[in-house]
């Protein structure tokens, strides 16, 4: 494994819309809870006070348009913010940060998405996240057509249409097959317990504390499975 830059770790969630995403960030946050191990739980965009009022821009679903270099580069600002006020503190002082979403969402959904130049996506989120990519990526695959559909009181980018989710849905996978031993592949919307074990071995392996025991407690079933 290379040097990594700092005593903590950094592990993101990515996938498309209603993949389950929060149920297994918030599965893995209470496995570390457990564990009594320093950890921040936060997400992308909107993990920020400043992230929180783009958010609220960015995810309206009232009509408004924007345009799609517009949307990255609020995505990106979002980012550079989120980094500096949350992720970057959290790390230097050596917890475990799991982000629900990170720079892959900004090139799965601004560059193949919206069909910007990827090249271009990929530099402005380089510099906005000063290049520092997660330890390990989990991503949950999984048909848009079941996942986002399934949702009820859409944001803007799910109401974005079947063609843009497919786009996005690639787009993920693509990453994941640049990268290999950097990500965690798995199909979503299976077993929640059974997910987030896997999730738990992955990084039990790469040594990240608290994750090398079975959760105390599997009431998984209570949690809401909607992101």
């Not at 770790?9 to 993949?19: A, K, L, P």
């Not at 270099?69 to 940060?97: F, I, S």
Request: hydrophobic letters at 40%; one cysteine or more; glycine letters at 12%.
């Amino acid at each position: 494994m290379a040097c990594r830059p700092y005593p903590g770790w950094f592990v993101v969630f990515e996938g498309g819309d209603g993949v389950g995403k929060s149920t297994q960030v918030r599965l893995l946050a209470r496995t570390l809870t457990q564990a009594g191990v320093d950890h921040v739980l936060t997400c992308e965009p909107g993990g920020s006070a400043l992230g929180g009022a783009l958010r609220a821009l960015l995810l309206d679903p009232s009509g408004y348009s924007v345009a799609p270099r517009a949307e990255a580069l609020m995505y990106a600002a979002d980012k550079a913010q989120h980094l500096h006020e949350v992720v970057l503190p959290a790390l230097r002082r050596g917890a475990v940060v799991i982000c629900d979403r990170y720079l892959d969402s900004m090139i799965a959904y601004q560059g193949a998405g919206r069909t910007l130049e990827l090249s271009e996506v990929r530099r402005l989120g380089k510099w906005a996240t000063g290049g520092l990519r997660p330890d390990l990526t989990v991503l949950l695959d999984m048909d848009p057509d079941r996942a986002v559909g399934q949702k009820s009181g859409k944001d803007r980018l799910e109401l974005a249409g079947a063609d843009f989710h497919r786009r996005a849905r690639q787009g993920f996978l693509d990453l994941a097959a640049e990268h290999p031993e950097a990500y965690l592949v798995l199909k979503a919307r299976t077993s929640r317990s059974g997910i987030a074990g896997v999730i738990r071995r992955r990084l039990a392996q790469m040594g990240v504390p608290g994750t090398g025991h079975p959760e105390m407690s599997e009431d998984a079933g209570t949690l809401n499975d909607s992101g």
